[in-house]
């Protein structure tokens, strides 16, 4: 059983700017000459061989660097890199001001001396993603994923002659075949048994952090196949139920799309049997010991058994809340049907 159970409620609160918003990037795809026009008066995001260009907060988080086209362009000039140089920019959307924001790698730029001139640091994203405001992480991502993609789509894999890109950078050409940015759908899924949830954890995750399970879907297969296929290589479970809860872009190990599902076994086939060659461990914990792991912020000390879980960047920390707050609201329920009058 699969149901949708997220509604869109952000998106319709300001829907004229938002759809005026969506069409202005779609025209600066289709194009070129209003793509390079925008270019002009947009804001740039930079990167240096991929990884971002971030500032330092006072709190000690980070946040991307959001320069004008113009400020860019007169560094560059200044360190004397070619002006070609900022046509290998790529659209990556369109800020709430209206202005059309881009993104472009300059790691043929000498990194020290461009980080002094653009005040911030190039930091390599598996350590300053999850430093990173929630709600810019995502068009950090979203840039790093799209200057991989053209860095390594150069030529075309039928002909092996060069693909070349429009100005916006969504698509690359090469004779009649277009190439669009690729990614690869990834299912997780936090599995219940009414009382518990089951999390797991890879030899590679950060010491004492569980997670929900996840896999890479299969070449035919619904979301449901693959949830129901992880689930029993991984674990050996049979599912109930799954139901749909949200999804996000997630930039490790390369642009992958997160299908994040709840998902249900009987209470009575919870017996685990776990496949060591994907996970180290996998566990039923009660709803107490999650409530307790949300509220941790950093890795448990190096020799204690803390339980830790992945920030609330990731989806699984929200899959991992939904259901936590779900159980809270059904014990809360029986409670009050056992107040007498
Ligand atoms: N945002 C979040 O909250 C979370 C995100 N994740 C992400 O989910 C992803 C998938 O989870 P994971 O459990 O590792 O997946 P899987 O259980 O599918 O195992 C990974 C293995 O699948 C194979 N594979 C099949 N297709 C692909 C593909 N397109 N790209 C890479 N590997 C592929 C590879 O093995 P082989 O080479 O042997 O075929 C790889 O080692 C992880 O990369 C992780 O970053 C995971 C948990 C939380
Ligand atoms: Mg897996």
């Not at 330092?56 to 200044?78: C, H, Y």
């Not at 890199?81 to 924001?101: F, M, R, T």
């Not at 001139?117 to 840039?143: R, Y």
């Amino acid at each position: 059983m699969l149901r949708a159970v997220r509604t869109l409620a952000p998106l319709t609160r300001c829907c004229s700017s938002f759809v005026s918003r969506m069409r202005f990037v779609e025209r600066l795809k289709r194009d070129d000459g209003a793509c390079a026009a925008a270019l002009q008066s947009g804001q740039m995001f930079l990167f240096h061989r991929l990884a971002p260009l971030l500032q330092r907060t006072e709190r000690g988080t980070l946040r991307p660097v959001a320069r004008r086209t113009s400020d860019v362009q007169s560094i560059l000039q200044r360190l004397g890199s070619d002006p070609a140089l900022l046509e290998k920019s790529v659209l990556i959307g369109c800020s709430q001001q209206n202005q059309a924001q881009f993104c472009l790698d300059v790691g043929e730029v000498d990194q020290e001396v461009l980080e002094e001139a653009c005040e911030g640091n190039f930091i390599d994203l598996k350590k300053s993603f999850f430093l990173l405001p929630a709600a810019e992480a995502p068009l950090v991502a979203k840039g790093q994923a799209l200057l991989r993609w053209h860095q390594t789509s150069g030529f075309c894999s039928t002909t092996g002659r060069p693909t070349f890109r429009n100005r916006a950078g969504s698509q690359r050409v090469s004779g009649d075949i277009i190439y669009y940015p690729k990614m690869s759908p990834v299912v997780i899924a936090l599995v219940s048994d009414g009382k518990r949830c089951l999390l797991g954890r890879q030899v590679s995750f950060p010491r004492g952090m569980y997670s929900a399970l996840a896999g890479f879907c299969d070449m035919g297969e619904s979301l449901e196949e693959t949830v129901s296929r992880e689930l029993a290589e991984e674990v050996g479970l049979e599912l109930l139920s799954i139901s749909y809860s949200s999804s996000q872009h997630w930039p490790f190990p390369h642009s992958s799309f997160m299908i994040g599902c709840h998902a249900t076994v009987s209470p009575a086939h919870t017996q685990l049997s776990v496949d060591q060659s994907e996970l180290e461990d996998a566990r039923w914990f009660s709803l107490e010991e999650v409530v307790t792991a949300l509220q941790v912020k950093a890795p448990p000390p190096r020799g204690t058994a803390g339980l830790w879980l992945p920030p609330k960047h990731a989806i699984a920390n929200r899959l991992i809340s939904e259901w936590a707050e779900q159980q809270r609201r059904s014990l809360d329920r029986e409670t009050e049907l056992q107040i007498p009058d």
